[in-house]
């Protein structure tokens, strides 16, 4: 049975409780070298299905670890083969690992979402299906002005985006942000590393943001600091006895 990885924390302090129970009931472990350990349970693939309960298993956790630790987030389904495998991601990665939870030391994370209405009624997914209808030039002409108009708004979002991270400036570490498309505007997603002591500030700043515009706001967190931690690089591919000679 192979080894499901939630996180990755230093290797001094508290164990994991043993009230804590992984994925498919099974019991919560660490595995430790030099000075990290990871959090692991024995895991069939069959039991990594997206219902709410298994990823609430796996979210709390997490939630665990990253209240007593600094923890190193995964996502959900990250499977090693065995405890040497956990072993090699540790030993491989030490300093990449060790760097990460320095600059994560202390903090959550916080997201602001924007909600942004396109700027004329009916969205860019309706024109286009009425405009289908049409001639072939009068489709292209409508798929021109989506696109443009697309443009606009994500110059907008990208001044948006700008205009609210200076106002929280000096209450978070590092950012990020995403922004898409959808048929009834434009959604900007900012997530923000946030020391724990500034949280109230933070939160604070980003509810006063709703009364300045444009859009709706909505913030959420503290959460884990999943947006700030990418995927673990893969291993070295190990070297067989025939490839040595």
Known sequence: ??????????????????????????????????????????????????????????????????????????????????????????????????????????CVEMGVRIFLPWGTPGGPAEEDRAASAESGLAYLNARRRGFAREDREGREADRLAEKVCLALTGLYRRHCRESRGLPQGRLLSLYFLVPRPAQGAFREVARGLSAQGPGTVLLSGPWPPYNFVLAAPPLKRPTSALEEQ
């Open 1 to 106: 049975m192979e080894l499901l990885l939630y996180c990755i924390f230093p290797g001094a302090g508290l164990a994991v409780p043993s009230f804590l129970t992984g994925v498919g009931g099974r019991p919560l472990m660490t595995i430790g070298r030099a000075s990290l350990r990871a959090a692991v349970s024995h895991c069939r693939r069959a039991d990594l299905n997206p219902e709410r309960e298994t990823l609430q298993t796996y979210g709390r956790i997490i939630e665990w670890c990253h209240n007593h630790y600094t923890a190193i987030p995964f996502r959900f389904g990250y499977l090693l083969p065995d405890a040497s495998q956990v072993d090699r991601l540790l030993t491989e990665r030490h300093t990449h690992f060790e760097a990460l939870l320095e600059g994560l030391q202390g």
